[in-house]
């Protein structure tokens, strides 16, 4: 039974579709990115796996448990770590954590020992008499994460987690989740740093417009391009004219005098030579280099472009 | 997970150690209602008392309810405990009980103190009915709090802030210390649409067995109705916040 199960999942605001049909499954023991540009939908995706928004339609299963919107059981199976500040500013760390521990039915020695344990894992021992507001950035993001899994739960969501986090304080959460994760949780992390999702994810969800656009494993991912690989040509002569020819599925880019192509190395040459030999210039040099997380992002959204349009031109006639 | 009952005296306890020093408590919750009371207890005497004390109770009711849920559902929006509460297996009720159960308590503890003034003042406080006095604090305190909440609800902090005041001075003349006589008859009707002319009429018929808007019967009634009409949207409004 997977942690999380998404099926067809939609959100309407007013006019505006943030959800337009969204799947996706996350194992236990598996970190999860979900990744996108603004306004993609993803904290609209992770409050509806937590039951904190009505979802216009689609299913959404917590291990094995239907969510319903508010519905405290699903609560219970989840810890969220929302974008903005999710604690309480007035209190400290210590005062925080046992009050959310106590909404979550525990008390007593239990209690104690819990926040005793994330303290201690989560570095706030010298800070847990501070209050949340008096914290750094990256105090408090602890203490959030602290206050999320101060009840063990099996599913841990967390949205944005490093943004505005130092260097220090993004490595300590990456050890954190891992360590979350190991135990044999579910973690879903949003975030608009690819870089950061492809490096501490089992699984990547990327979402534009309310659709996951593509899934799978960083290396599916890479793959799906149809390259790992970019192309890196000195052009003498027109570089436009010569990228202009080449086939757009192979995502030319012109720099200078150089042309940048994705794709399988042997089509890039044979394309880069054709589409040279076209218009009259010369290829100086060809060099390849690692596609950035960046560029496998782009591209894969390139591709989606793309058969979108294809998609719509024998329909709509767009 | 913890009984709805529970886990609003938690959230009660949560907003009481964060949030009763706060300034909006302090001026708007307990000065400016001990300051009107000290004013027109003592200027107030010449309009005859039974007009002017169960007005000054309802209207120290008001201010001291509301403000605490002003303050502990706009605090809590802004600074990230409302989206703390919202992740803990709590329900939407509990959340509006907790927070409206902070401003019941400051609105009976508000008009406490105004009535220990103005037994200070003017001598102890008559009692003549006391169930109708029971139902005018219970009424008015519930309906009190509910009110801020509600606002708080729907409102960003500012707004609610200028949404509140205008209905709180709104009912601090209609309905709470200028009797019914001194009303234009084209203004009259807003002091019948306001619920502090019920919640006073009721503390007055509990007080000085006499009443000044609408007989005992109407005003209970009609507490009563504003009581479940505040409930109601501030229920609806909290559910529609907290699970968009």
Known sequence: ?318 | MVSTVKAALIILYKDFRQYYGKAPVISWGILFPVTIVILLGYYGAGMGMWRTVPGLLAISMLFSASSMTHVAVGFDKLGGGMEALIHTPVTPTAIVIGKALGGIIMGLAGAGIAAAILSAMTGALPVFNPPFFVAGLVTGSLTFSLLGTAISVMLSPVPAVAALNFLRFSMVFFGGLLPAAALPPQVRPIAYALPMAYVSDLIRYGTYNTYEYVDPATALIGSLMYLIAVAVIATKSSFDYLIP
Not at chain 1, 132 to 146: N, P, Q, V
Not at chain 1, 190 to 214: K, Q, Y
Not at chain 1, 259 to 280: Q, S
């Open chain 1, 1 to 318: 039974m997977p942690a999380i199960e998404v099926e067809n999942l939609t959100k309407r605001y007013g006019r505006v579709w943030a959800l337009k049909g969204v799947f996706m499954s996350v194992e236990k023991g598996e970190v999860a990115a979900v990744l996108g540009p603004n306004g993609a939908g993803k904290t609209t995706l992770l409050k509806a796996i937590a039951g904190a928004l009505r979802p216009t339609g689609g299913r959404v299963e917590v291990v094995g448990v239907r969510v319903r919107p508010g519905d405290p059981r699903v609560k219970s199976l989840i810890g969220y770590v929302a974008e903005g500040p999710s604690f309480f500013p007035e209190l400290s760390v210590e005062e925080g954590l046992r009050i959310v521990g106590s909404l979550h039915g525990i008390g007593g020695e239990e209690l104690r020992a819990r926040i005793e344990d994330i303290i201690s894992e989560l570095g706030l021992g010298p800070h847990m008499k501070r209050k949340y507001a008096h914290l750094s950035r990256g105090l408090r993001r602890r203490a959030e994460i602290g206050a999320a899994i101060i009840h063990d739960p099996p599913v841990l969501i967390l949205d944005e987690p490093t943004l505005g986090l130092d260097v220090f304080s993004v490595i300590a959460l990456r050890n954190i989740i891992r360590v979350f994760a190991k135990k044999g949780k579910a973690v879903v992390i949003a975030t608009h740093n690819i870089a950061e999702a492809m490096s501490i994810s089992d699984r990547v969800f990327i979402l534009r417009n309310g659709v996951v656009i593509a899934s799978g494993s960083p290396k599916e991912l890479r793959r799906l391009i149809g390259a790992e690989e970019a192309l890196i040509a000195k052009v003498e002569g027109d570089a436009e004219r010569v990228a202009e020819t080449i086939p757009t599925a192979l995502g030319p880019r012109v720099e200078g005098n150089t042309i940048i192509l994705t794709g399988p190395a042997h089509e890039c040459l044979t394309a880069l030579l054709k589409a040279a030999d076209a218009v009259g210039a010369r290829v100086v040099s060809v060099t390849t280099k690692e596609l950035t997380w960046e560029e496998v992002f782009m591209r894969l959204l390139e591709k989606r472009s793309r058969e979108e349009r294809a998609c719509q031109c024998p329909l709509g006639g767009r």
